[in-house]
């Protein structure tokens, strides 16, 4: 297998399960899709304070043997070749995938939900304060996600289907929905009904998961989409 393999002088430990709980550091496998990026993201990753061991492979058969293994936190695999590497594998705790997308890419729920991917982060802000920041959030528990690598739901939304979005997030039934807001539960059905089409989810919980896994909670995670809804 070709691979390029580096470790810091200190080992990750190998539990608790959970991330933050484990250490502060991360070992990450990426996914490389040519010769500059497999010789060039090991020197990187490493100039990274928190990660603690790197390796780069070249092929989705290489990656899918590592995802084996899980031997490692965090996987950075290509948007383009998620299913490649991804399809048919059983949902695990780890590694924690990340979608590496592209200029002109777009990282849609479905195929976020679809593979459980942990968040993305963008091939042009792949520099040592841009994967600092990306894995703190990992660690921290929040989903890596920039503005640019999902698309811009909630700016998709109407007011109402906002208001849902926001409290179908607390766990609200549509009952509850429908007393908060003061209509009727046919009308919560009715934007349940949009958040399913915009969000290409065929239930309210694959709904409030997509909202989760991509950080778009309009009540609290980024309170800047409040401006952007339409009535």
Known sequence: MSAITLEAAQPI???????RARCSRLSVFWLAEDEVSFYGLPPLLMKVSNVAGVAVVRSCA????????????VAVIPLAVLPDVLGGRPRRARP???????????LAPCVAQRYGLAGCLLWDEINVAGL????????????????????????????REHMVLALLLRGMSNHQIARSM??????????????????????????????????????????????????
Do not use: Y
């Open 96 to 106: 924690q995938i990340l979608a590496m997308v592209r200029q002109g890419e777009e």
């Open 13 to 19: 430990p190998a539990s608790p399960s959970s991330l």
């Open 132 to 159: 600092s920041g990306t894995f703190d959030r990992l660690l921290r528990g929040d989903a890596p996600v920039p503005s640019r690598g999902a698309p811009d739901l909630l700016g998709r939304l109407t007011e």
């Open 182 to 231: 003061g209509i009727s539960i046919h009308g919560v059905k009715r934007h349940i009904s949009n958040l399913l089409v915009k969000f290409n989810c065929s239930n309210r919980t694959e709904v409030a998961l997509v909202a989760q896994r991509l950080g778009l909670d309009p009540a609290s995670r980024n309170p800047r989409h409040l401006s952007s809804t339409r009535t």
């Open 62 to 73: 290489e990656a899918r043997l590592l995802l084996a293994g899980e031997d490692f936190d």
